[in-house]
């Protein structure tokens, strides 16, 4: 059983320029691991709480000095030198320590940078791949790689809110390795990128998860371009290659009215324009069609949409086993976003697995708007047989970090990827 003999953390920044923490596990015997933790631009209200220094004089009050004293005082004098024998106690024990409901006092970022640095000394102490060692926390065993979400075009949080939907991503069906994927995928999004300069006269510029951000007037316009772009790049849109939307309903809702655009719709209202959208385009999965607090028309939207798109849950679940739990229960969506940051410990969100998976649910991994060049997200999303991995775009190295590391386990495994399977 490892016992932890020196914790170290460190404030790095991620890729907007902001910072996050990054730390170092040692295990007796000198077995040595690091992992960087990732935040998000478009977070739920549920979310872990992540520890920010409030200094408005560095980094706009973002630095996170605290939580890297979090781990380097706090967290170090309390388990270093303690012996562990799973994740689970290490996990509980900071949990524990930390003695709020929300991690609000040590730091969700703090408590997660330790939990996956010791996960991956872990794995060196066995001698396995990331991804394995990953595997033995979940309820089943790897046999694919996850089939991959890929953003073209960003609007919302992520971009200028040009739009108010925040992403529109491409979800090719019809390749069988992540390679014929990301090749596929690459000239859809220089297609994307020529339409562009050729009908904006707008040069390539990205968002926050690496998708092109066009200055488009409504939904619907980014909608036809990323058909037409699809075609232009010599694929059949609903044959060979789907769409996605993430469509961050909380950002443009309020007192019951979401604010799409110039047009005012109630919640029945919106449910009805998801429908279209699904019905006018090849559209199979819709992530957060409704506000996060909007519990009563989820499970409507789900029955609108059976058969056609995944109902998937990010802000509405952040990770949550609580809150999946009331989802479950009401059958408010069939598909979870999994963000281990939104919870804030591996156990925690290995519980958001199991509760999902019991459900028949789908599972998409998915990374943050601000990432590091650290790859784990990957094997998370392979270990955890995950239906899709959402990592953004491709491009922009934080990105590609995890792409590369999908085709290395995939070189060295020859698993296919996922197939698709509708709800």
Known sequence: MPIIQRLNAREILDSRGRPTVSTTCVLEGGICASASVPSGASTGRAEACELRDGDARRYRGLGCRKAVASINRDLSSALEGMEFASQAEL??????????????????NAILAVSIAFARACALRHAVPLYQWFATLAPQAPVSLPRLTINLFSGGKHAGEQVPIQDVLL?????????ATLSATYEVYQTAAELILWRYGMRLLTADEGGLAPPCSTAE???DLAV????AAGYTPGEDMFLAVDV????????????????????????????????????????????????????????????????????????NPERIRRAIGTRACDTLLLKVNQIGALTEAAEALRLARDA??????????????????????VGWSGDQFKNGSITQSERLAKYNRLLAIEEETGWPVRRWQRM
């Open 248 to 319: 961050a309903a909380s950002h443009f809702y309020q007192d019951g009215i979401y604010q799409l655009g110039e047009q005012q719709l109630r919640s029945p209202e919106m449910i009805a324009r998801l429908s279209e959208w699904v019905d006018k385009y090849p559209i199979i999965s819709v992530e957060d069609g409704l506000a996060e607090d909007d519990w009563q028309y989820w499970p409507p939207l789900r029955e609108a949409l059976a058969g056609k798109a995944l109902v998937v849950g990010d802000d509405l679940l952040c990770t």
């Open 360 to 381: 028949g649910w789908r599972i998409v991994i998915s990374v943050r708007s601000g990432e590091t060049e650290d790859n784990w997200a990957a094997d998370l999303a």
């Open 91 to 108: 996990d509980r024990l900071m949990m524990s320590l930390d003695g709020t409901p929300n991690k609000a006092r040590l730091g969700a």
């Open 171 to 179: 979800i090719p069906l019809d390749t069988r390795t992540i390679d």
């Open 221 to 223: 316009e980014m909608l």
């Open 228 to 231: 037409e772009s699809i075609r």
